[in-house]
Nanobody, 120 residues
């Protein structure tokens, strides 16, 4: 059974940092891409970042480029999202999701989410 468990959210002041973790189990970690998404109240879910298992390629939404960094630790089956220079508009529930394969497309399995709140 695929399981994705996010952690690391919390309350931080604008300009601060948080590191989110996505612990994965139930599948061969090296064969799949994992993405981070977020959803703010009243807004649609948006893609934030993704890391491809096939070649380690990383992708970022324009709104987080230069501030967020995605990485993976294959030995721990964990993907991280380092978030720096946080802004109030980064406030959302953050989810990690498993793609259908090694590329960052067709996400089908989701974690329960972790709340990130950035105060001004």
């Amino acid at each position: 059974e695929v399981q994705l468990v996010e952690s690391g959210g919390g309350l931080v002041q604008a300009g601060g940092s948080l590191r989110l973790s996505c612990a994965a189990s139930g599948f061969t970690f090296d064969d799949y891409a994992i993405g981070w998404f977020r959803q703010a109240p009243g807004k649609e879910r948006e893609g934030v970042s993704c890391i491809s298992s096939s070649d380690g390629s990383t992708y970022y939404a324009d709104s987080v480029k230069g501030r967020f960094t995605i990485s993976s630790d294959n030995a721990k089956n964990t993907v991280y999202l380092q978030m720096n220079s946080l802004k109030p508009e980064d406030t959302a529930v953050y989810y990690c999701a498993l793609s259908a394969g090694p590329q960052c497309i067709d996400f089908g399995s989701w974690g329960q989410g972790t709340q990130v709140t950035v105060s001004s």
